[in-house]
């Protein structure tokens, strides 16, 4: 049996299936490439379901991340076009849909912030140092809160 994740071979800069994978990109849009499973730059609600199911999330949660999701981020992404109701993603824009009371690990413009990331298990982290338990987690979404963020909460 296929297994659902692409493996990506560097050499050639192709997935298994002879796609090229695109190297220009930012963590960011690295980040949500994964779920751009046929790597044409827009990330479909099905893609993000199936992004979810490779990562061994259940289909319920697989659901209604997709619907989710796509709903919330396609318009922010498509700035200036016709909104659409297959609510495609567009990795190159990913950075324009980053809200605020966020973790900052991301900057406005993608990259990666290392000492961000590195602050929310030392600020969160109490049971294990390298993971957060969900409690965990809820209280590092609590703290990030901006007053009156009601679209980032």
């Known amino acids: 049996m296929a297994s659902s994740l692409q493996f990506i ?6 997935d298994d299936a002879g796609r090229p994978i695109p190297t220009d990109q930012n963590v960011l849009q690295k980040h949500v490439a994964f779920f751009d499973r046929n790597h044409d730059g827009l990330v479909y ?3 993000t379901f199936e992004g979810f199911r ?6 319920l949660l697989s659901m209604a991340g997709a619907f989710f999701i796509n709903l919330a981020l396609s318009r922010k992404t498509r700035p200036g076009k016709y909104p659409s109701l297959l609510f495609p993603i567009e990795v190159k824009n990913i950075h324009m849909a980053k809200h605020g009371s966020d973790s900052g690990v991301y900057d406005s413009e993608g990259r990666f912030v290392p000492s961000k990331f590195e602050e929310i298990f030392s600020r969160f982290a109490r049971s294990n140092t390298n993971a957060l338990t969900s409690d965990e987690l809820m209280a590092m979404l609590q703290a990030n809160r901006e007053p009156q963020d009601y679209r980032g909460w």
């Not at 071979?9 to 192709?14: A, F, I, K």
């Not at 490779?54 to 289909?59: D, E, Q, S």
């Open 9 to 14: 071979d560097s050499q050639e800069g192709v």
């Open 45 to 47: 609600p099905w893609e």
């Open 54 to 59: 490779a990562i061994g999330a259940g289909y």
